[in-house]
Nanobody
Framework: QVQLMESGGGLVQPGGSLRLSCAVS????????MAWYRQAPPGKQREFVA????????RYADYVKGRFTISRDNANKIVTLQMASLKREDTAVYYC????????WGQGTQVTVSS
C-alpha cells in the first residue's frame, strides 16, 4: 500500500515561488506515473497540474506551462513541484497523485498567492 504526504505549501506574494514535495511511503514502484492536481475553493473541480512518467517524461497543463516544473527522485521516493511566477489564480489545495489501481491521493497542501 502506497501513502503520500505533501509539504511545502504556504502564503506567497504574486510573482513569488514555492516548492512542493510529495514523500512516498510503502510499496513504491519507480515506473509508476505520478502527478500533481489542485482544487480551488469553493467547490471547484480538482484539476490537473503536471504529470511525470517513470521514464522522466513530463506533461503540464497549459495554465502552468513554463512556470511550474515537476521532478522525481526515485531513490528517495520524492516528487517535487517547483512553482515560479505564481499568480493569484494558482491559489488552491495541491494534491499529489500516484497512478495505480486504485489511484492514491495525498491529503493536500494549501498554497495561497496573495499580497
Amino acid at each position: 500500500q502506497v501513502q503520500l504526504m505533501e509539504s511545502g505549501g504556504g502564503l506567497v506574494q504574486p510573482g513569488g515561488s514555492l516548492r512542493l514535495s510529495c514523500a512516498v511511503s510503502g510499496r513504491f514502484l519507480s515506473t509508476q506515473t505520478m502527478a500533481w492536481y489542485r482544487q480551488a475553493p469553493p467547490g471547484k473541480q480538482r484539476e490537473f497540474v503536471a504529470r511525470i512518467y517513470g521514464d522522466g517524461t513530463t506533461r503540464y497543463a497549459d495554465y502552468v506551462k513554463g512556470r511550474f516544473t515537476i521532478s522525481r527522485d526515485n531513490a528517495n521516493k520524492i516528487v517535487t513541484l517547483q512553482m515560479a511566477s505564481l499568480k493569484r489564480e494558482d491559489t488552491a489545495v495541491y494534491y499529489c497523485y500516484y497512478y495505480s489501481f486504485p489511484g492514491v491521493w495525498g491529503q493536500g497542501t494549501q498554497v495561497t498567492v496573495s499580497s
